[in-house]
């Protein structure tokens, strides 16, 4: 239940609080110390939403640094390891500078086109520590400059998750310059479209609470697009190319997991029960793919394996992304469940029958379980499966909003990269000589080796 | 002087180190080594890609003894390294032209 707070509400708590010395005891109520910074009369900043914002933000950092560097690196070979770790940082940095520059203007920048933002708020003028953005709740604020934060570590996560499909391959220069083409050419305008109150795809009553079409499918697409262009690993099929270390790949899926709090209950904007709603999906969710993808892997391959557990584990992190402030708890054990078959089939049979190599099955997991996730949504938020969708929600109307939302995703991102990627090979090449490859790119990239023998 | 190299069964290294300071060998060189012989190797499934596995993870023993001991030495460690299953492993013996002890400078058998 929303507490609300009227101005003679806020004005009786500013005369209380000014009364002498003895008022101190007359305690505000637990969650809201309610403090009326007005930018616009009667907006009110909720010290607790900016705590959780500033927390979520810091969450979402700790996913890509070093959550993901470390599922990713211990993925690859001992040899390319550093590569991976290099590419997640320098992409996280050059994506937040880029982000400060012209992101956040291109995706919020206050522009009225359903398409971008505009150049408002190129490097955030304007902005300063007075400044407020809106919550879901009208007259709820938090700071600007925490919403900037926030939404920049999503940009900087979608653009390192791409990087898993051409590992252990890719031209470290290609790589930056791919991104900083692709974040600003598909990653704000959609994160635009979907996110923003003018927004093309948020006003067709697409629900995408934290990502699942931003980030997730978004990277996917990216990802296998670069992996058909990149070309397969030289020894494919051949040789040895195990994970170096399922021990670190752990660590980093247990940080994800970790991070993804911040990522999904983050998305609320306050926090309150939305937040929590957000919060229990990422459990239940994560918890009921996991153990579908072992129970899976156990029938069909004999045994369950880390491996197995670990991208399950993701693949129901990504699945329940969309769907995390508007499916019930229950909902979510079966949406995890099911991204983590599909998933599962992806990467274990479709992706060798087809001989591409998305070494580190980014579109496999991100790609499909974001699908998954985003249709799902569609069908999980209805009232009567657990969701918080209205009576007349209508399931198959809102599948259809959700598969538009989806295809636009599909289609903006496809195209985009593909040219991106066609022209960065054309120009500067996307791979490294054949002899780089096979010695590792942590030596003849960055001149280092992750470990001494 | 003979140099015995041996490839025996990783968890049988303790057993075979003890055995041979029984009857008196004062050193011995150990390495980590992967191989196979009879016994092949296995393979692995990772996310549906599958690897064949062709190598064996085995301990490599070198010891070098006078040519007095060197008979007793093969003995033992085959009586201490074996379990009647594929995989148990080799010894083979070589001789040795020469051998110095570096912090004294004595040589051949003075060295062992």
């Given amino acids: 239940m929303k507490m609300k707070v009227t101005i003679p509400g806020v004005a009786a708590v500013l005369a209380a609080l000014a009364l002498p010395a003895f008022a101190q005891e007359a305690a505000p109520a637990a969650e809201t110390v309610v403090e009326a910074i007005a930018e616009v009369a009667g907006d009110v900043m909720d010290k607790g939403d900016v705590a959780w914002m500033m927390t979520s933000t810091l969450l979402v950092l700790f996913m890509i640094m070093p959550g993901l560097a470390l599922f990713y690196g211990g993925l690859v070979r001992s040899k390319n390891m550093l590569s991976v770790l290099m590419q997640t940082t320098m992409i996280t940095a050059l994506v937040m500078v880029i982000w400060v520059f012209w992101g956040y203007s291109m995706s919020f920048g206050g522009g009225t086109s359903p398409f971008w933002g505009g150049f408002g708020k190129l490097f955030l003028t304007g902005v300063t520590m007075d400044s407020m953005a809106a919550t879901f709740t009208d007259g709820v604020v938090i700071p600007e400059f925490v919403f900037i934060a926030f939404q920049m570590t999503f940009a900087a996560i979608t653009c390192a998750l791409i990087i898993g499909s051409f590992a252990e391959r890719a031209k470290f220069s290609a790589v930056l310059l791919f991104i900083a083409l692709w974040v600003t050419l598909v990653y704000f305008p959609i994160a635009h479209m979907v996110w923003d109150g003018a927004g093309l795809i948020f006003n067709w009553g697409a629900l995408d609470f934290a990502g699942g079409t931003v980030v997730h499918i978004n990277a996917g697409v990216a990802a296998l697009i670069g992996a058909l262009v990149i070309g397969p690993r030289i020894g494919l099929g051949k040789d040895m190319m195990a994970p170096h270390s399922m021990t670190l790949t752990l660590v980093g899926a247990g940080i994800l997991w970790v991070g993804w709090f911040g990522f999904n209950a983050g998305s609320n904007l306050e926090a309150n029960g939305g937040a929590g709603l957000a919060m229990i999906n990422t459990f239940t969710a994560t918890a009921g793919a996991i153990l579908a993808w072992s129970a899976l892997e156990a029938v069909m391959r004999g045994k369950a394996s880390m491996l197995g557990a670990a991208s399950g584990l993701v693949a129901g992190l990504v699945a329940v992304t969309p769907a995390a402030g508007s499916i019930g708890p229950v909902g979510a054990i079966v949406l995890g469940a099911i991204a983590s078959a599909l998933c599962y089939f992806f990467v274990a049979v479709v992706k060798n029958k087809f001989g591409y190599d998305d070494s580190l099955d980014v579109f496999g997991i991100h790609g499909i379980g974001g699908i998954t996730g985003a249709i799902g949504t569609g069908i999980f938020t209805a009232p009567s499966l657990g969701g918080t969708g209205g009576d007349d929600f209508s399931i198959a109307g809102q599948v259809v909003i959700q598969a538009q939302a989806v295809g636009v995703t599909i289609l903006w991102c496809g195209v985009i990269s593909f040219i991106l990627f066609k022209v960065i090979d054309m120009t500067i090449g996307l791979r490294v000589s054949t002899d780089d490859e096979r010695q590792g790119l942590d030596l003849t990239t960055h001149g280092e080796s992750a470990y001494h023998a | ?112």
């Fill in chain 2, 1 to 112: 002087m003979k140099l015995i190299i041996a490839a025996i069964k990783p968890f049988k290294l303790e057993e075979v180190r003890e055995a041979l300071t029984t009857i008196g060998v004062r050193g011995m060189m150990v390495t980590e080594i992967k191989g196979f012989g009879a016994q092949s190797g296995h393979t692995e499934i990772y996310r549906g890609a599958e690897y064949a596995v062709n190598f064996v993870p085995k301990i490599k023993l070198e010891i070098v003894v006078g040519d007095d001991l060197a008979d007793q030495v093969v003995a033992t460690i085959a009586k201490a390294a074996r379990t009647d299953k594929i995989g148990d492993g080799k010894i083979f013996v070589l001789d040795v032209a020469q051998a110095v002890r570096v912090r004294t400078g004595e040589t051949n058998d003075d060295a062992l």
